[in-house]
């Protein structure tokens, strides 16, 4: 099993919950001693275990970026096992942000906000909540707590789950979408697609136990625990033990801040609808729709592809359900440049593992646990994506998702090698003029578009480690002292 | 928003020393940024884009030796001029008011900067002028000739790039300084013909002559550097020399070719050019494409092989610095703008756009030969009065119509834009800038191009120069594997001991493995090549594989493959990373990357460096 107590893990990590309304704090400590007033305060209001929260109540996440961890003062010895643990959070989100997740031109780290300089943010405090009321008061007591240990915050994001466009919003963001009442549990994104619908279920944890669909182990979610290819990175071999106890049952969360231009999405999306049309006629909306549809690998409804069928959504199948691109090895139904493919390949398992070692290492599905919202309502100029994700490995997980999947047609994958994703890359003029193929039944060449804009620009983007009951206890008990390890030079 | 800087209260303030003022002046004038914002409330203030200051350097111009008196103290009044209007009549210098004194104290008399045309009624003006004049003859003629093939300054500019990138982005994090630098030169070498073999020379001298020229221009009023002036002469002196030199060589060719010997009839061509310079048509130059050296060999005219060799110098000495300069304030500038520059119609606008704003060469430094009143300011100046013209804040004060086809504003280049023209306006402009757009172009469009960000505090790191002038450094990255997605891999791990009995069980095992390493490599699709060898006498076990892609996911597949074959030979050598592999992957690929021994300089070629494994007719897993 596990090795890990799950009621230990942030809830967050282990559930979605019922989140509807989220806030980010992000905050700046003014020295150790404050810093640690502040976490022993927060502490024991951080939700933990795999316990839904209760209704009327705000879940709070803490995380800690490596300029907290350094601002606390820990000891050398913990920061040294944090490097050896994840080059990428001790490095930091601005460091990496180019090289290995893309973020160039309108998305480099120059333009990002304040709040996400590396040596400004020291604390991601989060909370959620399923009704606007208990998020806003959980907010302000939590702001007077900061402010009550002299913290500073820095930067405050706030988003909430959208329904369905409404009649105002443009034509393409419009297409594809049904008529009537979202449905409760609906979560919509700008663009005009249906969202929070792919579930990685993960073994032990709340919503995987039960799931009918193929488990991630836990080690890909939290340290310490064993993961999909049967290691432990956690383990940290040679450590003290109390190092293995700070990390164990500890994750790795990024909070990403993506503008959605939709003004742009819109106007292209109408281009590539009108040519459509007069290529093969029909209606304007319906050319916008299924363009939508290829450019996402499902209908913005969130229905997949009939096997293997051109443009007719699988009406069977709930869109939560979960498959694999199996029965469309051409790309006929799902392109192999959409979104969806290369986030998630839904590779048929082989041997009847989804995970065994018959799959190359590139093309091996990597989990997130995403727990973002949108911010913004609908017709706002500022709008946009909160993403906020979970994993035990950022190198091997997020970056690995935008930065060799997402920046570049995936290796061994068909089609322009240039060719970013088509919603979240960062379509900038020196990458060329790249053609995104839409394969086509008997034989017909494919239908390609080009012209791709800037749709999403990264308005920032922080690490940062969320640790477990017991390790943020033994930061708040101050029990560093008898180590015997002197503080080792960060490499 | 940086801080308003209280320019007035500097300025005003009767009691604050004069050196501090010097000092506060020298902090605004280097910084590109303050420069900008000091500018601006010099051209609103009452004096009209003028202001005296008092400067650190010595009366006399050359510092070693010095032929004047040595005197106590003794450091001139400087006036910065900055109004479009005075610093295009100062250019212009229509009556001789004007002299380009300081620039003698870099090289010989013949150094033509240092000439002054415009003063024949001055000791020794007309031989000055008569000089000045049969150098700019000279330079003009034969840039011409090149240029009047329309597309040649083109193709020079493209090998020029094409040459520095080979060697220059090797590594996915790069200095522009330095990159850029290494354009200029090569750009150089071709346009004037040059050997390979004097690369190192050029970049040597050009170093020590640029940080001269900047010294000379500002430095030498805020900083004391005795030695860069005497290092300039003497680097400007050794190119002058090898410029001769050469020229020798073009002139004696050209007399009688070198016979070719009977075992080397491959390369005739060869033989007709000094050692170590590739004929033109080997890079698409055309037969008739005849470099400056060459061209002045071949017809000296009235200047003598030693003033033809100081010509050579002085006019490198510009090149390639403000190549440099250039390109790296025009990459800083458009670097987050990609859409404004990435089309080659708009390239222009956007370089043109960028220098105007930071000129190159920020600063000219002039004295005033004869009484004279500035028209713009209305400012009297005194004979003797040393001048820096500050060319920021004149093409900030009036924006100018940039004339077809540099699309950019005249000053720039030290040119005016109307009425008579500059005595002393850049002599290669027009050569220079289509290497100015293409450099711009082709680094703006590397693949996944940012700044490199500052390791300590995370902030992205922008360009630093020295004194406002010479680009010092701007540290970028970009994504390497986009540019050439094929990656060497070379690990070499030490046998442990004893090592001829461990040697011969690793050489059973890796026979024996064979086959499922092949399965492994069918199945990964993207390796190209992989073998294992002993090295270093058979004391290291070597693995080397050309790749495609990310490091991490490579090694890792092997790691999850194979990880019982690689438990078994780490076996028998040292510093082996924890085992069973299979559940220590991050300690393995760390172990591989810590004994990964890169290409020297990061140099690999490829014959098709877009093409992955797997897209290679005929490669395992091909369509």
Known sequence: MTGVDLEDVQRVVLRAGRARHVAHRLVRLPDAAAGLSLLRALAPRVAFGPALTPEGEARLSLGLTIAGLRALRLPGALLTAMARLSPAFVEGAPARAAARCGDTGPSAVAHWDPAFGFTRCHLVLSLDAADAAALRDACGALVRTIA???????GVYEGRALGRPPASAGAGVRAGVPDGPAGDDEVWVHFGYRDGLSRRPVRGFPAGSSSPLRQHEPGEAVLGARNDVEANPGLLPGAVDALREFVLGGSFGTLRIVEQQVGRFEATLGRWAADWVRAHGGAIDDARALLKAKLCGRWPDGRHFAPGRFDRPDDARDPRADFDHGADPDGIGCPFGAHVRRMNPRLPAAGGD?????????????????RGLPYGDWGDTDRGLLGWFFGARLEDGLEHLLGAWGDRMPLGVAGDADMK??????HEPRSGDPVFEIPRPDGAPPWTLRGFAPWCRTRGMAYAFHPSRRALQRIVDVRWEPWPEPAVPLP | MAEPLDFDAVFRRESMPAHERTQRLFDWLKDDEERSRFYAWLLQSPRRGTLAFDSRSALELDPAPSQDPPQLGGAVTVTLVGARDDVEQVLADADGSFSNAAYRTLGSGSFMLGLDPSAP?????????????????????ALAAIGADGLRFDRLAQLAVADAFTAGLARPSFDLAMLAEEIGLRYGALLFGFGAQDHALLRQTMAAAYRGLNHLMLGRHFVGEPGTLPAARLALGALATRADALMAEYARLARRPEPPPADYLPHPERRRWPEGVEPPSARGLGDDFVPLLKAWALAPGRLAGGQLGSLAAGMLAGIVGNVQASVCTAVDALIDQPETCCAPDRIGAAVGAALAARPPAPFLPRVVAKDVTLRGSGLRLAAGQQLILCLGAATADRASCPPAPMAVDPLVFGMTARGPAARHGCL????????????????????????????????PLKLEKRWGFGAESLPLQYRRERRLVQQPLQVIMRIRTPVATNA????????????????????????????????????????????????????????LKVDDIFDQLFEYLEDAPPRPVGEHVEAFVETIRRFHRPPLGGYFYSAYPRTETWRVPGAQGAP
Do not use: K, M, N, S
């Not at chain 1, 994703?421 to 960062?426: A, E, F, T, Y």
């Not at chain 2, 020794?124 to 000089?131: H, N, R, T, V």
């Not at chain 2, 711009?440 to 500052?454: E, K």
């Not at chain 2, 076990?541 to 597949?557: K, N, P, R, S």
């Open chain 2, 428 to 459: 290669g402009a027009r050569a220079i800038w289509p290497l100015l757009c293409h450099a711009t172009q082709q680094v703006l469009a590397l693949p996944g191009l940012a700044r490199r960000i500052d390791a300590v505090d995370g902030t």
């Open chain 1, 148 to 154: 009550g240990h002299r913290g500073e915050v820095v």
């Open chain 1, 421 to 426: 994703d088509p919603l979240i890359g960062q």
């Open chain 2, 121 to 141: 009624a001055a000791q020794d003006g007309a031989a000055q002028a008569a000089l000045h004049a049969e150098q700019q003859r000279r330079a003009d003629d």
């Open chain 1, 354 to 370: 989804a995970f065994d070692a018959d799959r190359p290492a590139h093309v091996r599905p990597r989990l997130l646990l995403r």
């Open chain 2, 504 to 559: 011969a069980i690793l050489r059973r095992l890796v026979a024996d493995a064979a086959p499922r390493v092949q399965r492994a490599l069918d199945d990964a699709r993207h390796v190209h090549f992989a073998w294992f060898q002993f090295v270093d006498g058979d004391t290291a076990l070597a693995l080397q594989t050309v790749y495609d892609g990310d490091f991490d996911a490579y090694v890792q597949h092997f790691a």
